[in-house]
T-cell receptor, first 113, second 112 residues
Framework: EAGVVQSPRYKIIEKKQPVAFWCNPI?????LYWYLQNLGQGPELLIR????????DSQLPKDRFSAERLKGVDSTLKIQPAELGDSAVYLC???????????FGPGTRLTVL | TQLLEQSPQFLSIQEGENLTVYCNSS?????LQWYRQEPGEGPVLLVT?????EVKKLKRLTFQFGDARKDSSLHITAAQPGDTGLYLC????????????FGKGTTLSVSS
């Protein structure tokens, strides 16, 4: 079974530029998460989807971040415009089951110059 | 706000030593998960504990959930260089569909 796929793996952009990350979850997983992770820290939730509905986006900085999950499968996370402080790893995870176990993709490492 | 405190933050040991990582909270969790993350990769689920007092073993790793379901520990026996990584605990406040609350992690380095 294929795992969570994310692309690109690495992205370097200049500040004020837009950037987008893509995630394909594990087939059949209805719940999809986007996390932000700084070096040596635990993941911090940005947004959670149940199918195509964003059910928790309280931590998403909506002035510059947006996300969508069309048809309840793939998802895209966008930042426009990017700021220096956005440099981090952006992780996508999908899950299902009684105990909310999550399966993570390898992440996209964003560097904003 | 629910928080999970992990300790120690960093741990550097020699191959063959034993170690314990702690995950503590003032909140009760319905389940708690431990993940291991290697550089450049996403976290990988090691175990889920759901019952107070539960102990689970995964080869040289022993996981325990506190009786009150507020804390957990991970014990590694005879650590090996391959155990090196970031260990994360994550708690769920409800059983299905809610986001996990992650601790800040313990960075373990095992040298040969």
């Amino acid at each position: 079974e294929a795992g969570v796929v994310q692309s690109p793996r690495y992205k370097i952009i200049e500040k004020k530029q837009p950037v987008a990350f893509w995630c394909n979850p594990i087939s059949g997983h209805n719940t999809l998460y986007w996390y932000l992770q700084n070096l040596g820290q635990g993941p911090e939730l940005l947004i959670r989807y149940e199918n195509e509905e964003a059910v928790d986006d309280s931590q998403l900085p909506k002035d510059r971040f947006s996300a969508e999950r069309l048809k309840g499968v793939d998802s895209t996370l966008k930042i426009q415009p990017a700021e220096l402080g956005d440099s981090a790893v952006y992780l996508c995870a999908s899950g299902q089951g009684s105990y909310n176990e999550q399966f993570f993709g390898p992440g996209t490492r964003l560097t904003v110059l | 706000t629910q928080l999970l405190e992990q300790s120690p933050q960093f741990l550097s040991i020699q191959e063959g030593e034993n170690l314990t990582v702690y995950c503590n909270s003032s909140s009760v969790f319905s389940s708690l998960q431990w993940y291991r993350q290697e550089p450049g990769e996403g976290p990988v689920l090691l175990v889920t504990v759901v019952t107070g007092g539960e102990v689970k073993k995964l080869k040289r790793l022993t996981f325990q959930f506190g009786d009150a379901r507020k804390d957990s520990s991970l014990h590694i026996t005879a650590a090996q260089p391959g155990d090196t990584g970031l260990y994360l605990c994550a708690g769920a406040s409800n059983q299905a569909g809610t986001a996990l609350i992650f601790g800040k992690g313990t960075t373990l380095s095992v040298s040969s």
